[in-house]
Structures are given as structure tokens and as C-alpha cells.
């Protein structure tokens, strides 16, 4: 609908009705019949007033409208496209006797204008004018004040639903004796507040085919970190819109660029944007509060991504610098297309944290249910600053490797995870674990069951490499191949995480590497004998020895594990656990055969303080040639707390 062509014709009509009955005095049931005639001439659509028109004479002329609406369609029952609770109109009486009538003031209350979504254009896109050989409208009346209180635009799909709506729609603005128009609006799609801001000069009340320049602001709180203001030349010419070229700047960083809008049916939107930088804000996690933890569920609060089947479009957008939150993008380039309400978006080589990232994100809204398809290639990324912002998860350094397809469906985030699916192959290389000292857990479990990661912040594993090539299916994601390599660990294993309860249930090979050399060393690795099982929330994971009961029972399962032998490095006898155990004392001799007998691994006693009468004994020091060659048990000697 023609919305700029129907509020003309709807002033132009009240006006000159109103000044027809203030100077011949026909009746207002007849004022009534020959604005709805006008009405429907000029536009096509019928216009109804339920509650009649109200005069004012003092202190100048006015008329009030009750109860309006627009219905559009062939057929006995039409479809409604614009309401409003009351429309009223104020003018002066010298314009009595003007060709064309100035109106002080135009107030709409209460306005609900509702917006078809059209799924696909009824019209081709627009080539040429599509009013070339129409008569030129009569003039506009001139208003000095026109303001909207309460609006709201529903968009609502062909079976009636209303899919979203922009609401609080607030609007104040003037067309001056010289042409200048200046409007501000204000409203809300869903929790994001938009703010407009227009000036500029608009000759005889239209713009048909003469480029114009208009000042503008934009402001979105939450979204935008500033206000983006400039100019831009508009040229309309029918249901075609375009902007030559705009600039401005965001804060300090200027852009520029170019859009045309075809509204003739559908609406298809084109627009070439070059930024210097941009800043914006992603949503809060629910509840307002901070990043959610590893075992925090996935929020369930509904998105919608209906609006996406309310236009076409063609999007190219650059940036040296784009900064969503904490995520930092330098340089970015990113192309979408928009048709069908599926949207298809796609970025190449961009840079980000210290790597590069390439990948397209697609979105159908055609459906009753939206679903969701990326694909991401990670090159040389940084995995700690990467994984603490995606993820909360500060654990894992080094350069990371990784190939995402993850396809979802749903409407809110924990529907999405819950039903994923997909691959990941992921590789992290020349990093560290952090907060975790992955060989000392392998000695703890020796003698216990391990709550959690045991993370401490003076604690970290040292990797050369960590892969594991997941298969995502119904929101479980599963891998045999998991494997972490570093200089004295080695871990393998397998297993499944639950992406939408956070949940994991894998079965590790933890070794350790007895050489140097770590993972390039030829000498078999001493394996703990019985593989560990960690499961559990992301969190908070219970850890332990595969054995049946050892939850139900420690002691006795340890016992067992004992007694068949399957203690770390090898086979041992005797009651398992204490530092006196033979598990421990396992690893003592292990530590003397590497280049120490078992007493060098004792904490030497404490000399006894000397006497002040007495001189103080000197230290003997160690060969530099025992020093020299036996760095590796005194190494083991602190891994192990010994």
C-alpha cells in the first residue's frame, strides 16, 4: 500500500471538506460520504468512519475524525489495512481563500497500520518509472505540525497471524513554508528502541524524480555504541527509491555508500556500505546478568527471525574494523542475500584473533520452524581469547585449527543445541592446558575419585597438539579419535557431549611420556592399566577408573583395582593410595631407575641450626656431572609432589 500517497489523499480530502462546510454549512453525514468517495477514487482502497466528524470554530477551525479505517481487497470482506482511533485536523482562516490550504496542526491517535509479509513479489522489480505518464497530484497541503502518538506496524502474515510488529510508534514533524521538512520518530521492535531524526526540503510536497538532500540521524541504544549521522541525496520516482550516496560517521568512524529500495510489491532493498569501523553490542545473556558458565543452561528465551520474509535484499557490506562486544574483526567483508525470507550471508579471509576466518551462515525463515546452517574454516586463531568470548571457556591456548558444519533448527538457543547436528574437526597445536595439571590428576587417581577439573591457576599442561574430529547428531556430539599429545602425557580416548544439557561421557588412555623427548620419543609410554572415564556437566565432571561400583564403593574398588595389578606403570600389590602405598612407591623406584635411587627422592630433613659459638659446616654440593645427566627425576620428582 501506497502509504505516502493515501495520507496525502486522506489531508487533501478532510481539507477541503472541512473548508466546503465552513463556508456553504453542508451537513457533516454528507461532508462524511464525499471524503469516503474521494478516498477510494484516488486510491483504489475504502475508507469507513464509524463515530462521524466533529467541527471546532474557536479558536480556529478543526475537525476530529472518530473510529477510521482502510480496508483494501475485492470481495465482501475486505482486508483491513489501516486503523486509527481518531485523526484530528486544525488550519487557519485565511487559508479559506488559499489555493492551497495550510493545516497547523495533523494528530493521529492510536494508529495500526498492518503490513502483509509477502513471501514472493506479485510485481517484477522496478526498471523505469513506474508513474511516467501520470498527471502530476495537486499539491499537498502545507502542515506545520503533524505528530502520531501511539502507532504501531503489524506485520502479519496471509492466514491473518500476526508475526511481529514495531510498536510505540511516536512521530513529530513539519513541512514549513519553504519546503523543509524535519520529522523525528521514535518506536520498538521487540526490546530494541529506534530513534529517526530527518531534515531536508522537499519542493511542492513530493519528490518525483529530483535528487533532494536530507540530513539524518540514527540511534540504536543497546545496539549501535553511537549515534550514526550524515547526508544522502534521495531520488523517488514511483514505488523506486534511491540514495545516489550517503556518508556520515558513526562516533569518529566515517563510512559511506549507496541503497535504492523497490517498494512496489515486495519490497527489495540493494545497499553498498564501506566503513572505516563499527561498533555494536550483541544481546545480554537472559536475565541480564554475566557470560554464562560452562554448566549454566542455554538460554530459552525465543528469538524470531520472521521479518526476514517481510523484504529482499542484496547487502555488501566492508569494514577495516568491526567490534561486536569483545569480538574483534580487522579487516571483514560480508555479502547477503536476502530472498524468499531464506537469508544467505558469507564472509572471506577475514582477519580475527590473529588469524583468519572464512564461512557462510545461513537462515530460512520460509517455514513454520526457522532453521540454521554454518559452516566456519578457522586458520592460525588464537583458541584462548576465541574460546573465553563463544564460549566462557578459558582453558585451552594455542593455534587452533577448525572445520564447523553445524545445522539447527528452532527459536530460542537451547532448542537449536538440543537438536544440532554436523561436524567438527578441530586441532589446537603449541598450546597449553590451563588452571589443570593433566599428569598429576593421572597420579591422583590412584587413590581417588576426582570431582571436577581440580583447577588451580598456578597449574597448566604443556601440548604440542590436541585433535578430535566430532560427528554432531541430534545435539550429541561423538568422537573416536580424540588425542592430546604433549611433552610428558599423552592422552586418547572417546566419547559424546551433550551439547544441549552440557553434559559429557568420554573414556580416556591417559599415558605418561618417561623421556624428554615427549612426543617424539621412541621408548614406549607407562599407561595407567585401566582407562578413565570422565563424566558428568562441562563443569563439574566426575573422574575415575573405569571399574563396576567404584562410585557405589572407593575403597573396595581401588582394592580390586590393586589386587589385579592395573596400578599406574604397571602391576602392584597391597593396599593402593598414600604416599606409602605400593602404587607410590612405584613411582619412586621408577624415578631411581631414571637416573636417582629411591632415597634421592626423599625430602632431605632440615639441618639442625648451628651453635652461634661455632663456625657453620659448608654444604657439599652435588657432581655437576650427576646434575647434568639426570634432569628428568627431579622433574617427575615435583610433577608428583614428591
Request: hydrophobic residues 40%; without cysteine; aromatic residues 6%.
Amino acid at each position: 500500500m501506497k502509504v505516502k500517497r493515501i495520507t496525502g489523499v486522506v489531508l487533501t480530502a478532510v481539507a477541503a471538506a472541512v473548508l466546503l462546510v465552513l463556508v456553504v454549512g453542508i451537513p457533516s453525514n454528507f461532508l462524511v460520504e464525499t471524503i469516503q468517495n474521494r478516498f477510494e477514487t484516488e486510491t483504489g482502497y475504502r475508507l469507513r468512519i464509524a463515530d462521524g466528524v466533529k467541527f471546532g470554530f474557536l479558536p480556529s477551525p478543526s475537525v476530529t475524525v472518530h473510529k477510521i479505517s482502510v480496508l483494501g481487497g475485492d470481495g465482501p470482506r475486505p482486508e483491513t489495512r489501516v486503523t486509527a482511533d481518531s485523526v484530528r485536523v486544525k488550519l487557519t482562516y485565511s487559508s479559506l481563500f488559499s489555493s492551497r490550504p495550510r493545516l497547523t496542526e495533523v494528530a493521529v491517535f492510536g494508529p495500526k497500520f498492518y503490513v502483509p509479509l509477502l513471501r514472493e513479489r506479485t510485481t517484477p522489480i522496478t526498471t523505469r518509472s513506474a508513474g511516467a505518464g501520470r498527471a502530476a497530484p495537486a499539491e499537498a497541503p502545507l502542515v506545520d505540525r503533524f505528530t502520531v502518538e501511539d502507532g504501531v506496524v503489524v506485520f502479519s502474515s496471509q492466514d491473518g497471524k500476526v508475526d511481529s510488529q514495531f510498536d510505540r510508534v511516536a512521530l513529530e514533524g513539519s513541512i514549513g513554508p519553504s519546503d523543509a521538512l524535519a520529522v523525528k520518530a521514535t518506536g520498538r521492535i521487540g526490546e530494541q528502541a529506534l530513534n529517526v531524526e530527518l531534515k531536508g526540503q522537499v519542493p511542492g510536497g513530493r519528490n518525483e524524480g529530483k535528487p533532494l538532500a536530507f540530513e539524518f540521524k540514527f540511534e540504536a541504544p543497546g545496539l549501535l555504541r553511537e549515534a550514526a549521522s550524515g547526508t544522502a541525496d534521495v531520488r523517488t520516482r514511483g514505488p523506486l527509491l534511491t540514495i545516489s550516496s550517503f556518508t556520515g560517521a558513526i562516533g569518529q568512524s566515517k563510512f559511506s555508500g549507496s541503497a535504492s529500495a523497490d517498494l512496489a510489491s515486495k519490497p527489495f532493498v540493494k545497499m553498498d556500505i564501506e566503513l572505516q569501523r563499527l561498533d555494536l553490542s550483541a544481546a545480554a545473556p537472559a536475565g541480564g546478568g554475566p557470560q554464562a558458565s560452562l554448566d549454566q543452561p542455554w538460554s530459552d528465551k525465543p528469538f524470531s527471525v520472521d521479518w526476514l520474509n517481510f523484504l529482499d535484499a542484496e547487502v555488501q557490506i566492508s569494514a577495516a574494523e568491526l567490534n561486536i562486544d569483545k569480538f574483534r574483526f580487522a579487516p571483514i567483508t560480508v555479502g547477503a542475500i536476502l530472498t524468499n525470507g531464506v537469508l544467505m550471508t558469507g564472509i572471506t579471509r577475514t582477519g580475527v584473533y590473529g588469524g583468519q576466518v572464512q564461512g557462510t551462515l545461513a537462515i530460512d525463515a520460509s517455514g513454520a520452524m526457522p532453521s540454521h546452517a554454518l559452516r566456519i574454516d578457522l586458520i592460525g586463531v588464537r583458541a584462548l581469547p576465541l574460546l573465553s568470548e563463544v564460549a566462557n571457556f578459558a582453558a585451552l591456548d594455542g593455534l587452533m585449527q577448525a572445520k564447523i558444519d553445524a545445522r539447527g533448527r528452532g527459536t530460542n538457543l537451547r532448542a537449536v543445541m538440543s537438536g544440532l547436528g554436523g561436524a567438527v574437526d578441530v586441532l589446537v597445536q603449541d598450546g597449553e592446558i590451563r588452571n589443570v595439571n593433566v599428569a598429576k590428576m593421572i597420579r591422583t587417581l590412584g587413590a581417588n575419585v576426582i570431582k571436577g577439573w581440580e583447577a588451580n591457576k598456578e597449574e597448566k599442561t604443556d601440548m604440542s597438539a590436541l585433535s578430535a574430529l566430532f560427528r554432531i547428531d541430534n545435539g550429541q556430539a561423538a568422537t573416536e579419535n580424540f588425542r592430546l599429545v604433549g611433552p610428558l602425557v599423552r592422552v586418547t580416548g572417546a566419547g559424546t557431549a551433550h551439547l544441549g544439557a552440557k553434559t559429557l561421557n568420554f573414556r580416556l588412555e591417559p599415558k605418561l611420556v618417561l623421556s624428554l623427548e615427549g612426543q617424539g620419543s621412541t621408548a614406549d609410554p607407562a599407561g595407567f592399566g585401566v582407562p578413565i572415564v570422565a563424566e558428568g556437566t562441562w563443569g563439574e565432571p566426575r573422574i575415575y577408573p573405569d571399574m563396576a561400583g567404584i562410585l557405589d564403593n572407593p575403597q573396595a574398588a581401588y582394592s580390586r583395582l590393586n589386587a589385579l595389578g592395573a596400578g599406574l606403570f604397571g602391576s602392584g600389590s597391597g593396599q593402593t593410595g598414600g604416599q606409602g602405598s605400593p602404587l607410590i612407591q612405584g613411582i619412586d623406584s621408577l624415578l631411581g631407575r631414571l637416573g636417582g635411587d629411591n632415597k634421592a627422592s626423599e625430602k632431605p630433613a632440615e639441618p639442625a641450626k648451628p651453635s652461634p659459638s661455632r663456625p657453620q659446616p659448608q654444604t657439599q654440593s652435588r657432581p655437576q656431572s650427576q646434575e647434568t645427566q639426570s634432569p628428568l627425576p627431579d622433574f617427575l620428582r615435583n610433577l608428583f609432589g614428591r
